[in-house]
């Protein structure tokens, strides 16, 4: 089995302040791990990916997620945030031995004040 | 082309009528995916094309039949639908992992988005 929790429905940060979005899973097997942003009446789009290697992952945008196993974490980060980041984030995770099927988390609305 | 399109963006339909969503992509991607949004919820699973072979059914009721003609072309035929089946439906593709490019991350289209009087 496998799941993945986002712990916050909504995040509000003032613009040029660093983020975090938190996200942590539980899978049996390696984890695979995504994050992915929705802006509105639009579909996701792919930020970074962890799947082995480093635990730091960088990705689009200026973003990035560190891998914490021990933890069962991987919380996405930016150093200064951007109104334009403003948008529904989602977490997944997929168990390395269940193919095609990613798991969602519920989601964490990300708001950015200038 | 690095895009996944999707025909129509709105689509407003009676209980009794027959329509289909269409989705497309020329990235080379074997696996092409339906998933169902409800406002600010995560994407549901309800379909995955492996090869243009139907892999996994999320025990999606039969009033939503899945095609794929082809590598390219995603289908989901829709009738007798009821009013709770008003969503977002987002078609997506992605390398399968004996691909070895990129494994699993989906590229998404912008969405079909469903409403039933």
């Known amino acids: 089995a496998q799941s993945v929790a986002q712990p916050e429905d909504q995040v509000n940060v003032a613009e040029g302040n660093p983020l975090t979005v938190k996200c942590t899973y539980s899978v049996s097997g390696n984890p695979y791990l995504f994050w992915y942003v929705q802006y509105p009446n639009r579909g996701l789009q792919f930020l970074l990916k962890y799947i082995t290697g480093d635990n730091l992952v960088k990705g689009s945008y200026g973003f990035e997620a560190e891998f914490n196993k021990s933890q069962t974490s991987f919380h996405l980060k930016k150093p200064s945030a951007l109104v334009s980041d403003s948008a529904l984030y989602f977490c997944?995770?997929?168990?390395?031995?269940?193919?095609?099927?990613?798991?969602f988390g519920d989601g964490t609305t990300l708001t950015v004040k200038p | 082309d690095t895009e996944v399109t999707q025909t129509p963006k709105h689509l407003v339909m009676g209980m009794t009528n027959k329509k289909s969503l269409k989705c497309e992509q020329h990235?080379?991607?074997?696996?092409m995916y339906w998933y169902k949004q409800k406002a600010k919820k995560p994407p549901e699973l309800m379909f995955v094309?492996?090869?243009?072979?139907?892999?996994i059914n999320e025990s999606v009721p039969s009033r939503f039949s899945p095609e794929c003609p082809n590598s390219s072309l995603l289908n989901l035929h829709l009738h007798a639908l009821q009013p709770e089946d008003s969503a977002l439906y987002l078609c997506?593709?992605?390398?399968?992992?004996?691909?070895?490019?990129?494994?699993?991350?989906?590229?998404f289209g912008a969405g079909s988005r469903l409403t039933v009087l």
């Open positions: 990235m080379g991607h074997r696996a």
């Open positions: 997944a995770v997929r168990d390395s031995t269940n193919a095609g099927k990613s798991t």
């Open positions: 094309y492996s090869y243009e072979k139907l892999s």
């Open positions: 997506a593709s992605s390398h399968l992992e004996r691909q070895g490019r990129g494994a699993n991350v989906l590229t």
